[in-house]
């Protein structure tokens, strides 16, 4: 079951609530005609594509533990001033919904960006459950982003889990900084 990403302000949730038995008046709350509005929204300041994704699925040598590396690229086509991504939500099937990840990316407009790199000679990011393993051959990710309007929104993208290792490459860390 998701958490839902919102909250109820003060207020609202005053007016919402029922009056207090002990109360001798209950809160009463004006109720206007409804009047229909016409709002102009701004165009869309950029927008992210999910160009590629994978989960690697992995052991380190001498455990038997099993790691799920999520492999994501995405762009930001030429239209607008491109996107900030700043949590993926991974999902893995027979693992559970692992916590939501904080991630700080730039993806400049008509860019493509590795959102997770080899770092280290390891993934930047994997998930496990010790000796579970992912119980069928597909996972999903939900990528949220923020334009340069400052409207947030998210992406799904679904891809196969398959079989690897260890990255072959040590890098000492190349992951970009947030702008």
Known sequence: MRRPIFQMGLLAALLAAPACADSP???TVPRPEATPVLVALPARAGSLVVESFSVIEYQYPGYPGWYYAPQV????????????????DLTVAGLGDAPPVVLCRRVANGTRVSLLNEIYGDYELSISQGAVRASAPEATISISFTDGLGSTATVTASGPVVAGELPKTYTGGTTPPCR
Do not use: Q, T
Not at 73 to 88: E, M, N
């Open 25 to 27: 008046v209950a809160p």
């Open 73 to 88: 690229v995405v762009s930001s086509p030429d239209d607008g001033s491109g996107v900030d991504v700043g949590l993926l």
